[in-house]
């Protein structure tokens, strides 16, 4: 399908380990990007290709894909990390997408 | 250090054009092989890709869109521009620019939020 689906909503205690994920049949041929989205905030990328971090994203913040589902996932999540989390890839004519999005929260 | 910022009308009559500039500094657009995108959220929604122009001039849009849609972008001025005709109330959404780079967008403008409204 021409989709991205992520969970609407996850939540994660202070210090454990989230992962985030991301499932679409584009996923299988693109390596997306994740995207970090805090309240009144452009997005921010924190991952992309198969498991590359930007400069300046924590290392607690790793990627990794399966089949025609990829992850981000934070190992230790700290309460910075509470915000809304996006996946991108291409459809089946190359065209951008982006999953619906995953509200994160960390208690 | 890249920067984007965007400019344009905050709003827009129903059936008008909206019309939106994003204005690249600390860089030239021309360099590299980068695209230049407009991606859009409506109030408490997810993110829609509208369109790209890339290194070369080619423009790519949302099939969802593209009947409305016009990317374009000026060389000279270091910019890049949106034009959306025959907006709805549906069309309000905080308007983002961001370069790219395959699936890699980086870095965003702040964004700019556009209503539809009488």
């Known amino acids: 399908s021409s989709e991205l689906t992520q969970d609407p909503a996850v939540s994660v205690a202070l210090g454990q380990t989230v992962r985030i994920t991301c499932q679409g049949d584009?996923?299988?041929?693109?390596?997306g990007s994740w995207y970090q989205q805090k309240p009144g905030q452009a997005p921010v990328i924190v991952m992309y290709?198969?498991?590359n971090r930007p400069s300046g994203i924590p290392d607690r913040f790793s990627g990794s894909s399966s089949g025609n589902t990829a992850s981000l996932t934070i190992t230790g999540a700290q309460a910075e990390d509470e915000a809304d989390y996006y996946c991108?890839?291409?459809?089946?004519?190359?065209?951008?997408?982006f999953g619906g999005g995953t509200k994160l929260t960390v208690l | 250090q890249l920067q984007l910022q965007e400019s344009g009308s905050g709003l827009v009559k129903p059936s008008q054009t909206l019309s939106l500039t994003c204005a690249v500094s600390?860089?030239?657009?021309?360099?590299?092989?980068?695209?230049w995108n407009w991606i859009r959220q409506p109030p408490g929604k997810g993110l829609e890709w509208i369109a790209y122009?890339?290194?070369?001039?080619?423009?790519y849009y949302n099939p969802s869109l593209k009947s409305r849609v016009t990317i374009s972008v000026d060389r000279s001025q270091n910019q890049f521009s949106l034009k959306l005709n025959s907006v709805t109330a549906a069309d309000t959404a905080v308007y983002y620019c961001?370069?790219?780079?395959?699936?890699?967008?980086?870095?965003w403008g702040q964004g700019t939020l556009v209503t539809v409204s009488s």
């Open positions: 991108n890839s291409r459809d089946s004519s190359g065209n951008v997408m």
């Open positions: 122009i890339d290194h070369s001039g080619g423009t």
């Open positions: 584009s996923l299988r041929s693109y390596y």
């Open positions: 600390g860089g030239s657009i021309s360099s590299g092989d980068y695209s």
């Open positions: 961001a370069r790219s780079l395959s699936l890699q967008f980086d870095p």
């Open positions: 290709g198969k498991n």
